[in-house]
């Protein structure tokens, strides 16, 4: 669940939130090369010491490991659906965690009409490259819970929803990416847990704080570079669809922000010149105020950051913590990143000089 900067940066490859993200902000989608991800706020802000960074980027895949078969050894609810949202794929690891489709097997056996479990159960199916072994956990979750836009956009293996799913996510009621479930239900799972190992001159507990803030982000949201796809260019009836699922995503009930720029560009698309299309664009340059705002920051914000987005919703906590940095919740009158065309969908970009 990635929070990332607004533009792409060289590191491991990354299908995953991240990417997500970027479809979002300038509608990629398959245009992004498997060496480019949207690195997280985190990653790339001062206010995190560079060998903490480090050490962080060493220790993930133990720490991941670790408590993956630490949770997986339990059988209440909150740790298993835990242990199946840390085993799932990641952006440094396209491949499922050995043992999670055996933990997600035993969660559908003792929890399976629980519509949280169901519908992690589902994202789990969804975010699979090879055959989803159990497609029909995303039939189980509609029957369930049908009142949730997302719901009907999370196809196994990350499939488009054809026009009828697309019009019962258009007339659903709300969306919700379920974000801050996700985040409290694994934070709580991770409290108090150690960092593997520490290396000399890194703070013990402020390392075991990254790395349960890092496994918190590796976990996917649902995948919306399809429905992205298949609403860039789209006519009536579906050009109607598009544009009401934009706006339920735009005011996605977790604050999530991957949501929120996944609706406004579906939205800037389809209702140029209007109103709607000005506030989407608002929208976009206001989380590129948050991230300009919170990379540049020396004090520490990330923990209360990720406290906050369980409470109030990410969009929310961002406003907060850029609150408490002395500045304001909204860019000021005027202004404008580093970067314009960060601003901007893909098609209205200047392409980059060739090397």
């Given at each position: 669940?990635k929070?990332?900067v607004?533009h792409?940066?060289?590191r491991?490859?990354?299908?995953?939130r991240?990417v997500a993200l970027?479809?979002?902000?300038?509608?990629l989608?398959?245009e992004?090369?498997l060496?480019?991800?949207?690195?997280?706020?985190?990653?790339?802000s001062v206010s995190?010491?560079a060998a903490?960074k480090?050490?962080?980027?060493?220790l993930?895949?133990d720490?991941r490991?670790?408590q993956f078969q630490?949770?997986?050894?339990?059988?209440?609810?909150?740790?298993l659906?835990?242990?199946?949202?840390?085993?799932m794929?990641t952006?440094?690891?396209?491949?499922?965690?050995?043992?999670?489709?055996?933990v997600?097997?035993?969660?559908?056996r003792?929890?399976?009409?629980d519509?949280?479990?169901?519908?992690?159960?589902?994202?789990?199916?969804q975010?699979?490259?090879e055959?989803?072994?159990?497609?029909?956990t995303?039939?189980?979750?509609?029957?369930?819970e049908?009142s949730?836009?997302?719901?009907?956009l999370?196809?196994?293996?990350?499939?488009?929803?054809?026009d009828?799913?697309?019009h019962?996510?258009?007339?659903?009621p709300?969306?919700?990416?379920?974000?801050r479930?996700?985040m409290?239900?694994?934070?709580?799972?991770l409290?108090?847990?150690?960092?593997?190992a520490?290396?000399v001159?890194v703070d013990?507990?402020?390392l075991?704080?990254?790395?349960r803030?890092?496994?918190v982000d590796?976990?996917?949201l649902p995948?919306?570079?399809a429905v992205?796809s298949?609403?860039?260019?789209?006519?009536?009836?579906?050009r109607a669809?598009?544009?009401?699922?934009?706006r339920?995503?735009?005011n996605?009930s977790?604050?999530?922000?991957?949501?929120?720029?996944?609706?406004?560009?579906?939205v800037r698309r389809?209702a140029?010149?209007?109103p709607?299309e000005?506030a989407?664009?608002?929208?976009?340059?206001?989380?590129t105020?948050?991230s300009?705002?919170l990379?540049a920051?020396?004090?520490p914000?990330a923990?209360r950051?990720e406290?906050?987005s369980?409470v109030?919703?990410?969009?929310e906590?961002?406003q907060?913590?850029v609150?408490?940095?002395g500045t304001?919740?909204?860019?000021?009158?005027?202004w404008?990143?580093k970067?314009p065309?960060?601003?901007l969908l893909?098609?209205?970009?200047?392409?980059?000089?060739?090397?």
């Amino acid at each position: 669940m990635k929070s990332t900067v607004p533009h792409p940066m060289p590191r491991r490859p990354n299908l995953s939130r991240a990417v997500a993200l970027a479809v979002a902000m300038f509608g990629l989608g398959s245009e992004i090369p498997l060496s480019v991800q949207a690195q997280t706020i985190e990653e790339v802000s001062v206010s995190t010491p560079a060998a903490l960074k480090q050490a962080m980027q060493d220790l993930r895949a133990d720490y991941r490991r670790q408590q993956f078969q630490r949770l997986a050894r339990n059988s209440d609810h909150d740790s298993l659906i835990a242990a199946v949202l840390i085993g799932m794929p990641t952006d440094s690891d396209r491949r499922p965690l050995g043992g999670q489709a055996e933990v997600a097997q035993r969660l559908s056996r003792a929890y399976g009409n629980d519509p949280f479990a169901l519908f992690v159960l589902t994202l789990a199916c969804q975010m699979q490259d090879e055959p989803c072994p159990h497609p029909e956990t995303y039939e189980a979750l509609l029957r369930i819970e049908p009142s949730n836009a997302v719901h009907w956009l999370m196809l196994p293996n990350g499939a488009a929803p054809n026009d009828a799913q697309l019009h019962s996510a258009a007339m659903a009621p709300n969306a919700d990416s379920r974000l801050r479930d996700i985040m409290r239900i694994v934070r709580a799972a991770l409290a108090d847990q150690p960092a593997p190992a520490a290396p000399v001159g890194v703070d013990q507990h402020e390392l075991a704080l990254l790395l349960r803030r890092d496994a918190v982000d590796q976990v996917s949201l649902p995948k919306f570079a399809a429905v992205v796809s298949m609403c860039k260019n789209a006519v009536e009836p579906r050009r109607a669809d598009c544009l009401e699922l934009g706006r339920r995503l735009e005011n996605d009930s977790s604050g999530t922000i991957l949501s929120r720029m996944v609706g406004s560009a579906i939205v800037r698309r389809l209702a140029k010149d209007t109103p709607e299309e000005a506030a989407a664009k608002e929208l976009r340059r206001e989380y590129t105020w948050f991230s300009e705002q919170l990379v540049a920051s020396k004090a520490p914000y990330a923990e209360r950051l990720e406290e906050e987005s369980v409470v109030y919703g990410e969009w929310e906590a961002w406003q907060r913590a850029v609150e408490r940095l002395g500045t304001t919740r909204t860019p000021p009158a005027g202004w404008a990143p580093k970067d314009p065309q960060t601003l901007l969908l893909s098609e209205e970009r200047t392409p980059t000089p060739a090397q």
